[in-house]
């Protein structure tokens, strides 16, 4: 089977390759030294600059889903608070304790028990701030406000989840940052590599071919079967940067399958395996387009990591796992 020089195009391969080309430039006696001085340059900056990024962005990116987590729990919370409140609220009006015109103070219609919306989060800080405001004004009618989920309660979660949600957006920001950045770099250090394997393949040209490509092997320079399946490189880790996820199982497929069916159906096809004690996992598939990667572990909740897989490019990602919040 023929084999060509493959160059990286992963953050992982990227860093790898880079790191092993500067090893070896720098092995080299100065006045031996054949690369050109901006690849040469390149290199020193590089092999350590793009990995350095790689891991500012995988770092935010875990902070950046644990405090999403941390935040949409808060906005359940206060979502699932209010509506006790306002249910109290009906349950009062129902037993003659309020009339039903207070309903109008919670955003209800008066002669009606429907909650008013709660889906979205205007919706939900809309009611949040109508509690507190229809709050005040059964004191002001001399009514006892309910005592169960009283709405000083209600404020301090509203309070609360407006603190996580401006966290988990300045995380979001962080992490759009650091990926515009490693991004920048990966574009660089592609060409980089493509740059210094022309110049290493240049000046092995006349040796026969096997020597040639043991010598360009020794820079790092990977040479490959063609192939038609799809290396899906995983690395396993907590959101919360509390280290590898030991237990978590992957697949790489469809999340939903219609086949036959009106109502879609969860989806089970493709490879599918289990990190080893490096958190670590590799997946070969012969799918190509958009797909997704699966993933369960104790204690957390499922992932599915939205991929596109193109022919002949391998895939390295790194999966961050929530933990749920432990059982009351």
Partial sequence: MSEFAKDPKSYKDLSQTLSDENTKHVSIPPLEQFLKQSSAAGLLQYHTSLPAAVLAMTT??????????ISDDACDFLKLHSTFFLETVNNKIRIGTYPASVRK??????????????????QILAVAAAIKSGNAQLVVLELTPPQDFPASENDTFRIDYDAKYAAALAATETFHNTVQVASSMKTICQKLCVSVRQEVDVHYNDLPAPTKREFMQLWGIKFVPKKDTISVDILS???????????AEFRVGLKETKATKKVP?????????????????????????????????????DVAYPIK???GEDISVTIHFVKLPPEV
């Fill in 309 to 311: 897989i193109v022919k």
């Fill in 105 to 122: 103070y919670f955003l209800m219609d008066e002669n009606s028990a429907v909650l008013p919306p709660m889906v979205t989060r205007t």
């Fill in 265 to 301: 159906t969860p989806a089970k096809g493709g490879p599918k395996g289990k990190v080893d004690a490096h958190g670590t996992l590799v997946l070969e598939t012969m799918q190509t387009g958009n797909l997704f990667i699966i993933g369960t572990c104790p204690g957390c909740k």
């Fill in 60 to 69: 935010a990116e875990g902070n950046k889903i644990n405090l999403i987590s």
């Fill in 237 to 247: 880790l907590y959101a919360d940067g509390s280290g590898i996820t030991p237990g």
